[in-house]
């Protein structure tokens, strides 16, 4: 029998995580499809164990969910309305699958109230192995604007990080996370429209961001035709 | 024999208010003396409910505090960190005390390690009647340039709500909520300075405020100079 919820981890908090991407001009997003059946979707999450930081506790899940470590992770808001039960659809899968796992008071300890603490994480999508867990189908990357509707209130936590990302954005200049190591200037405008779901003039965007000297200019990238090749930037160490 | 932390609430979850008042261009905030004589002093706080949203329980223990209803309030951060447990002699006094009151389990309970979900609130100064806890021996304004070392984290607390509250201010224009009913365009601008603890210059930041079109011009304010008297300004309804 594992050791669970009634002498491992604290009760009735959880964690979800909202773990965005960035690839081929879309801002995207990690969701887990449950082996349920009933097409319930949903956001990886986990619990807190008793001896952890709410921070480490965060920085584990992703690191199952993702195979990375010293992901850049932003806590954003806690989810804690009374009525933030389990659909009770899903809630009888949770009990029959968990219950042949854990014993019965762990089983109602998982399917109890719970509030959820909201992180959000900023991943440089080349380098991620999605892990589903042990009550995933899947666990894929889908464009915000091509997500499903997903159990409990985790729409509304997706909605949520995503203004909360957007507020940082631009102040704690954080969308490096996103990027590869080195990128163009044009690659870097493209995620700033992709985020903020608008154009920007090139000019102003540029001087804006060389204002900030943050950036470090390297050789030029190489495209075939050199005079017109664009420099390459990285972040400032 | 109260029914308490085993029943009533969820356990190792706490919340602490940080309710900022304002006065004679002083920002101040609504700290407790313990009654524990060793000088512990901390910020309001108190649990959450099984049966009530994280909002609800903010409020009710903003109400009980304070004696005012639908105060402006906004939870900022989770402090989550593993070895945040009670100071040693605090919890000895804690343990004597609630002991007499509670049951044992309850008063362990107590004692626990506590996740805090961090709330502040704005409220008009003038309207709030401090009501003290059972545990505290005053509860009273203090300038958040006067704070005393208080038990926990929670000057810590202290300090990131004052960072949230200043990154809020302008964005969200949530400052009418430590001002009367009317005001004066210099009253505002003491707030504003106040706030962020550096001067504004007068023309522009009439200016600002007047674009943004949210406030409403009314009667002079009379001083005896009627020439010299300012205009007083409320919030558009």
């Known amino acids: ?19 965005f991407g960035y690839e081929n001009k879309e801002l995207k997003v990690l969701v887990a499809k449950s082996k349920s059946g009933d097409g319930f979707w949903n956001l990886p999450g986990g619990y807190i164990m008793k001896t952890e930081s709410i921070e480490n506790a965060a920085s584990r899940i992703l690191k199952v969910r993702t195979g990375l470590e010293n992901i850049y992770l932003e806590q954003f808001k806690v989810f804690g309305h009374e009525n933030r039960i389990i659909d009770s659809k899903f809630r009888a899968f949770l009990l029959t699958h968990l219950t042949e ?9 998982m399917t109890d109230r719970f509030i959820c603490i909201g992180f959000y994480a900023l991943v440089e999508i080349s380098k991620v192995n999605p892990q589903k867990g042990e009550l995933d189908e899947s666990l894929e990357w889908r464009s915000i604007k091509d997500v ?55 000019n102003n965007f540029q001087k804006k961001i060389l204002d900030l000297n943050v950036l470090e200019r390297l050789e030029k990238k190489f495209t075939g035709a050199q005079n017109k090749a664009p420099y390459l930037y990285r972040l400032k160490r």
């Open 1 to 19: 029998m594992n050791k669970f919820g009634t002498e491992k981890y604290i009760a009735n908090l959880s964690i979800d995580c909202v773990i």
């Open 101 to 109: 796992k854990y014993n019965q008071a762990d089983a109602e300890w």
């Open 148 to 202: 499903p509707e997903m159990m409990h209130d985790h729409n509304k936590i997706l909605d949520d990080a995503l203004k909360a990302l957007r507020q940082n954005f631009d102040q704690k200049f954080i969308g490096f996370n996103l990027l590869p190591e080195t990128f163009t200037m044009k690659e870097l405008q493209e995620l700033y429209e992709t985020v903020y779901n608008k154009p920007f003039a090139m």
